[in-house]
């Protein structure tokens, strides 16, 4: 990935939180990586492709329900968690182990996801 | 699923692509235009056209590729505004493959690039080894092969 990415330092922020394994920049619309910055053991491609889907289907779902846009949505599965937030057709994603701090994490995640570009 | 196969082979790797990538439409052929597969046609004279260009816009982009980068591209994307395209080759032991697929707002790029790995990979692993009595298609016999193949998928 281009280290002149204007995405590339919250990423690398998010990545440093305690049980990040990655995080990355989606596109929601074509599921595919904008930036990322992700451990080997972390399929940036596959985890785009799915994330954005699911995200996509919250944001239809909650739609549908008449609750508006998803400010956050999160995954809880045995070996950790992928979170999600977005802006526009942009997706922060973060792939995490167990042992992160979810509430901190959130908060960093909202972050982000408020200051990308419109 | 309107789904039709030439080869009995083929048939269930493409139809795990179908769904899980949601392909609106989908298309396997050999370079020279020969269809194997289809998904979501429902005339032959959809394929046949479709067959003719996709053979046609790989061979371009075969040799552009490899004009440029001395390679062929591995993959051809095109975004409409209601409906997408994807074209890339698919490599069995049976030989090289042309593969097309149609999506759109239920599927997205990098959904059907996942599932075209993963189709590749399946395929490559249903294809019987190339026989030494397979018979080659050529210009001569091609029309004919043709439409054999366009009876066989829309006879059924």
Known sequence: MSSSSPFIPSLEHLTRQRGVLGSLVVSETDGIVIDAVVQPSVKAPVVAALAASLYRRARQSAHAAGLGGVKYLELVADGGRLCMAGRDDLVVVLVTDTRVGVGLLRVELLRTAAELPE | ?156
């Open chain 2, 1 to 156: 699923m309107s789904l039709a196969v030439v080869e009995r082979w083929v048939e269930a790797p493409l139809r795990r692509f179908v769904e899980d990538a949601q392909a609106v439409l989908a298309l396997l052929l050999t370079p020279s235009g020969q269809v194997l597969a289809q998904h979501g046609f429902t005339r032959a004279v959809d394929v046949m056209s479709a067959c003719a260009l996709a053979a046609a816009i790989h061979a371009s982009s075969t040799e552009l590729g490899r004009q440029l980068q001395g390679r062929p591209f591995a993959g051809l994307h095109h975004a409409g505004r209601r409906r997408q395209l994807f074209l890339a080759r698919a490599d069995t032991p049976r030989g090289p493959y042309v593969f097309l697929t149609v999506f759109d707002q239920a599927s997205s790029l990098g959904l059907v690039q996942l599932y075209y790995d993963e189709f590749t990979a399946r395929l490559g692993d249903a294809a019987p080894p190339k026989s030494n009595d397979t018979t080659e298609v050529l210009a001569e016999n091609f029309e004919s092969e043709l439409d054999r193949n366009l009876k066989l998928l829309f006879s059924r």
